[in-house]
């Protein structure tokens, strides 16, 4: 209905069907949203991101976020983004994907916040990787 009428072409709209699609699940139906609107922020990428990620689409999820890295220079990953795809990065026990995501972290200084390290610290231990003290 909101790509009927041209209401995707309001970000804050897109944004909001795409986090209520992914909410009920209907992921296809948010990524279509997604595909549609002719401009995204950083709040549209989260949104389907942790929509895949929430929905068991782990792989496209992660997927997404390279896509994400290489499409959009202006956009930068923030405490959002990384949260969402450590655990991501666990339970597909991609240790190699989630030091990726570690070292944006402490390259965008967002290394420092808590529930970065959190996510962090469960990340490595999903994949049997015990970090020690100094390395966050």
């Known amino acids: 209905m ?3 009428v041209g209401l995707i072409k309001d970000v804050f709209v897109g944004n909001a069907l ?18 549609f609107m002719p401009r995204r922020n950083l709040v549209t ?12 689409f782990s792989q496209k999820s992660i997927d997404l976020f390279m896509v994400f890295l290489v499409c959009e220079d202006s956009l930068i990953p923030d ?3 990384l949260v969402t795809l450590l655990p991501v990065c ?5 240790v190699s994907r989630g030091k990726t995501v570690h070292s944006l972290a402490v390259k965008l200084v967002l290394y ?4 970065v390290q959190n996510a962090l610290m469960d990340m490595y231990l999903n994949c049997d ?5 100094g390395d966050f």
């Open 2 to 4: 909101g790509v009927k």
């Open 18 to 35: 795409i986090a209520m699609y992914c909410k009920f699940g209907f992921v296809e139906d948010a990524d279509k949203v997604f595909v």
């Open 45 to 56: 990428w989260n949104s389907l991101i942790s929509g895949f990620a929430n929905n068991g």
């Open 79 to 81: 405490v959002a983004t």
């Open 90 to 94: 666990g339970v597909e026990r991609e």
């Open 112 to 115: 420092q916040d808590l529930m």
């Open 129 to 133: 990787v015990f970090p020690t003290f």
